[in-house]
Nanobody
Framework: QVQLVESGGGLVQAGGSLRLSCAASGSIRSINAMAWYRQAPGKQRELVADITSGGSTNYADSAKGRFTISRDNAKKMVYLQMNSLKPEDTAVYYC??????????????????WGQGTQVTVSS
């Protein structure tokens, strides 16, 4: 069973920093793209940043210049360094990944997985 588990959320003052971590575990053959999404109360879930297995990154306009996504392929982890946080960054942050699990038989099907989310609250 493949799982994504986030950590590192919390309460921080505006202008502060947080580092989110997400660990993938279970029977994993390979991990392709990994990403961070967020969902604020009453709003749709939105992409914050994503990173390919080769390290190419993409950011939402709201995250550019303040957030940095990175990954450690050996540890099966993805990180989100968030600096200069604003109250509007308050949301539940979710880890997402495209993973090829190890299953019985000779299958290389890829599936999309979500973590359970971690709350980030930025006070003004």
């Amino acid at each position: 069973q493949v799982q994504l588990v986030e950590s590192g959320g919390g309460l921080v003052q505006a202008g502060g920093s947080l580092r989110l971590s997400c660990a993938a575990s279970g029977s994993i053959r390979s991990i392709n793209a990994m990403a961070w999404y967020r969902q604020a109360p009453g709003k749709q879930r939105e992409l914050v940043a994503d990173i390919t297995s080769g390290g190419s990154t993409n950011y939402a306009d709201s995250a550019k210049g303040r957030f940095t996504i990175s990954r450690d392929n050996a540890k099966k982890m993805v990180y989100l360094q968030m600096n200069s946080l604003k109250p509007e960054d308050t949301a539940v942050y979710y880890c997402n990944a495209d993973i090829v699990p190890i299953v019985a038989g000779f299958s290389f099907s890829m599936y999309n997985y979500w973590g359970q989310g971690t709350q980030v609250t930025v006070s003004s």
